[in-house]
């Protein structure tokens, strides 16, 4: 069974940074696909951003040069860094991973709070 840790989320004021990390109880080599969504209270989950195994990153509209998804591949670790955070990207954060099998893993996710 897949483990996937999220963490790095907490309290921050607008405007400020955080970077969240995704840890991995596998090789990150054997997910085609990786990434990041969210969830606001009272809204439906929403993509953030993805990895692939191959290609460019794909990322919200909203996010588009504000947040960046990385990996680290030798610590199976998926990172998205949060810059210029709003109240409006308050939510909770869930780590995603989909290997070649066909199976799809989620991570408990970490809050996140944009609040001055």
């Known amino acids: 069974q897949v483990q996937l840790v999220e963490s790095g989320g907490g309290l921050v004021q607008p405007g400020g940074s955080l970077r969240l990390s995704c840890a991995a109880s596998r090789s990150i080599f054997s997910f085609n696909t990786m990434g990041w969504y969210r969830q606001a209270p009272g809204e439906q989950r929403e993509l953030v951003a993805q990895?692939?195994?191959?290609?460019?990153?794909k990322y919200a509209d909203s996010m588009q040069g504000r947040f960046t998804i990385s990996r680290d591949n030798a610590k199976n670790t998926v990172y998205l860094q949060m810059n210029n955070l709003k109240p409006e990207d308050t939510a909770v954060y869930y780590c995603y991973a989909a290997d070649t099998n066909g199976g799809d893993y989620w991570g408990k996710g970490t809050l996140v709070t944009v609040s001055s």
């Open positions: 990895l692939f195994r191959f290609g460019s990153p």
